[in-house]
């Protein structure tokens, strides 16, 4: 059964930073590429980032291009998004999400439960 | 940047309706487009992927049909647990887009 754990959210002062990571098990980490959506409070799904197997390839969707970025490491299949000048408008709750399937954009079948992000002074 | 427009933005039905969603990219995805079904304080659930395939798990009463720019989702028999918001994605090309949901409510 593929699990993902999401952690490292919080409550974090305008231009500041924090971690998030994603701990993922019952299938091949390495195999598939991960991304990162959030939902902002009432609002809907937003794609914030992908990365390949590999890691060697990512993704950004443009507002967060230049301060966040997505990592993973596969010796202990986890995730990361480290998320820097943090603004309002990123307060939301952020999800990983892996694959069905190898593609070379990926869809997301499983999902994480989600960790808050509170960016607020 | 692929735009995807659902439609309605919300809908009201009955218990034992058939309701239809429909979602419109702004180019052609091919079919690669997921739906998905979220409620209240929860995940988001995959229920179909490649426009007209169903997830593992997922009764039958969901389906999905559609290629190139049109994909439709339709639920049949509405049951209380059905009632949500559902959101379409593609994942034709980066960046990956989601529509703006449709919320499902009793009437």
């Known amino acids: 059964e593929v699990q993902l754990l999401e952690s490292g959210g919080g409550l974090v002062q305008p231009g500041g930073s924090l971690r998030l990571s994603c701990a993922a098990s019952?299938?091949?980490?390495?195999?598939?590429?991960m991304s990162w959506v959030r939902q902002a409070p009432g609002k809907g799904l937003e794609w914030v980032s992908s990365i390949s197997g590999s890691g060697g390839n990512t993704y950004y969707t443009d507002s967060v291009k230049g301060r966040f970025t997505i990592s993973r490491d596969n010796s202990k299949s986890t995730l990361y998004l480290q998320m820097n000048s943090l603004r309002a408008e990123d307060t939301a709750v952020y999800h990983c999400a892996s694959p069905g399937a190898v593609l070379p954009v990926p869809d997301a079948k499983h999902w994480g439960q989600g960790t808050l992000v509170t960016v607020s002074s | 940047d692929i735009q995807m427009t659902q439609s309605p933005s919300s809908l009201s039905a009955s218990v034992g309706d058939r309701v239809t969603i429909t979602c419109r990219a702004s180019?052609?995805?091919?079919?690669?487009l997921a739906w998905f079904q979220q409620k209240p304080g929860k995940a988001p659930k995959s229920l179909i992927y490649?426009?007209?395939s169903l997830q593992s798990g997922v009764p039958s009463k969901f389906s999905g049909s559609g290629s190139g720019t049109d994909f439709t989702l339709t639920i049949s028999s509405l049951q209380p647990e059905d009632f949500a918001t559902y959101y379409c994605?593609?994942?034709?090309?980066?960046?990956?887009?989601f529509g703006q949901g449709t919320r499902l409510e009793i009437k």
């Open positions: 994605q593609q994942y034709n090309t980066y960046p990956i887009t």
């Open positions: 019952g299938f091949t980490f390495s195999s598939y590429a």
């Open positions: 180019q052609g995805i091919s079919n690669y």
């Open positions: 490649a426009a007209s």
